[in-house]
């Protein structure tokens, strides 16, 4: 039988991107090489190996029972032997440096981009940081970004999750105006008598307000003659007097403070754990998110005292 050469540490790498991604493109993306690059590097560490890895087909990829043992084992390895290299290179460059890539809601970003961000450039000046906001969720690994940042019921359950900032609600507000004549709701099927500004999420589904009480859950489709798809839109409409809308305290927190808005059906409003930022738990953390973390948490107690009121 002949030797078995081994792969070089950019082949299990390669590997590793394509068996997660199930995708020769995406995982090209995401490494920034081509996907031809990629393909020859996988056959011929098969071929050395003298082993199938990969089931391909023209539509999909998908792991052979060997592929399946072989990722579980490499991960670890990897993710060790990348952090000690990473290790090295911070003493070598002097500092941590390179690229943090997050994808985040605009909530979340106005409250990284306020405090977090600022300091990650006075203690990291060498790191750059790419905030991506977009309404609908995406696969943080498929899109090629090292963390997301989202509410904490939307993280998926294989990542590792850090909170940030306190809990919070969502609220339902409208102008003083709009009630000088019409009747405050008292319970959440009132608001079917009511003007209500409609959320619209990114896949066309229009958000359903939720309401909780002693135990009692309440979902309510409201109806109203404007929907929007930003929840800064919304507060700015509910200030014009054009209804009720139903957003996070975040958006809401100042018009609140200065009059411009009012709360109602505030006993149905329980707290939400709050904002999060999440990577996967099976990759090594590179440096500039580590840092990023670090930061983060030693801020997170100023966070969780008053922002609402003094920062949105």
Same mark, same amino acid.
């Given at each position: 039988?002949?030797?078995? /050469?081994?792969?070089?540490?950019?082949?299990?790498?390669?590997?590793?991107?394509?068996?997660?991604?199930?995708?020769?493109?995406?995982?090209?993306? #995401?490494?920034?090489?081509?996907? /031809?690059? +990629?393909?020859?590097?996988?056959? @011929?560490?098969? /071929?050395?190996? $003298?082993?199938?890895?990969?089931?391909?087909?023209?539509?999909?990829?998908? +792991?052979?029972?060997?592929?399946?043992? +072989?990722? $579980?084992?490499?991960?670890?390895?990897?993710?060790?032997? =990348?952090?000690?290299?990473?290790? !090295? =290179?911070?003493?070598?460059?002097?500092?941590? /440096?390179?690229?943090?890539?997050? @994808?985040?809601?605009?909530? &979340?970003?106005?409250?990284?981009?306020?405090?977090? !961000?600022?300091?990650?450039?006075?203690?990291?000046?060498?790191?750059?940081? $790419?905030?991506?906001? =977009?309404?609908?969720l995406v696969d943080i690994v498929a899109g090629g970004f090292d963390a997301g940042a989202r509410l904490g019921e939307t993280v998926?359950?294989?990542?590792?999750?850090?909170?940030?900032?306190?809990?919070?609600?969502?609220?339902?507000?409208?102008?003083?105006d709009y009630f000088k004549t019409r009747s405050r709701p008292i319970v959440p099927d009132d608001l079917h008598s009511h003007d209500c500004i409609r959320h619209r999420f990114p896949s066309g589904k229009i958000y359903h307000w939720d309401f909780e009480k002693q135990?009692? =859950?309440?979902?309510?489709?409201?109806?109203?003659?404007?929907?929007?798809?930003?929840?800064?839109?919304?507060?700015?409409?509910?200030?014009?007097?054009?209804?009720? &809308?139903?957003?996070?305290?975040?958006? &809401? #927190?100042?018009?609140?403070? @200065?009059?411009?808005?009012?709360?109602?059906?505030?006993?149905?409003?329980?707290?939400? *754990?709050?904002?999060?930022?999440?990577?996967?738990?099976?990759?090594?953390? *590179?440096? *500039?998110?580590?840092?990023?973390?670090? !930061?983060?948490?030693?801020?997170? *107690?100023?966070?969780?005292?008053?922002?609402?009121?003094?920062?949105?």
């Amino acid at each position: 039988m002949p030797a078995i /050469s081994q792969p070089t540490l950019n082949d299990m790498r390669f590997f590793i991107a394509v068996a997660e991604h199930r995708s020769f493109r995406k995982a090209s993306d #995401a490494l920034g090489v081509a996907p /031809s690059t +990629l393909s020859h590097a996988l056959r @011929n560490m098969e /071929s050395n190996l $003298d082993i199938r890895l990969l089931h391909r087909t023209t539509r999909s990829v998908s +792991l052979t029972e060997a592929g399946e043992q +072989l990722l $579980d084992r490499l991960r670890p390895a990897l993710l060790t032997l =990348e952090e000690a290299m990473g290790t !090295v =290179e911070s003493f070598r460059t002097g500092g941590t /440096s390179g690229t943090v890539r997050i @994808n985040t809601s605009d909530g &979340a970003a106005r409250l990284l981009t306020r405090h977090v !961000v600022p300091e990650m450039r006075k203690q990291y000046p060498d790191v750059a940081i $790419d905030l991506v906001t =977009e309404g609908r969720l995406v696969d943080i690994v498929a899109g090629g970004f090292d963390a997301g940042a989202r509410l904490g019921e939307t993280v998926p359950l294989d990542m590792v999750a850090v909170r940030f900032g306190p809990p919070f609600r969502f609220v339902a507000v409208a102008s003083p105006d709009y009630f000088k004549t019409r009747s405050r709701p008292i319970v959440p099927d009132d608001l079917h008598s009511h003007d209500c500004i409609r959320h619209r999420f990114p896949s066309g589904k229009i958000y359903h307000w939720d309401f909780e009480k002693q135990g009692q =859950e309440i979902s309510i489709d409201v109806s109203g003659p404007l929907t929007l798809d930003r929840h800064d839109l919304m507060v700015d409409a509910a200030r014009q007097g054009l209804g009720i &809308a139903y957003v996070s305290e975040i958006y &809401a #927190a100042r018009a609140i403070a @200065n009059g411009d808005l009012v709360t109602v059906l505030d006993d149905w409003l329980p707290e939400i *754990p709050g904002l999060f930022l999440y990577y996967p738990d099976h990759r090594r953390v *590179p440096p *500039p998110l580590r840092a990023f973390i670090d !930061v983060m948490k030693s801020l997170d *107690p100023a966070l969780r005292t008053g922002y609402l009121e003094r920062d949105i």
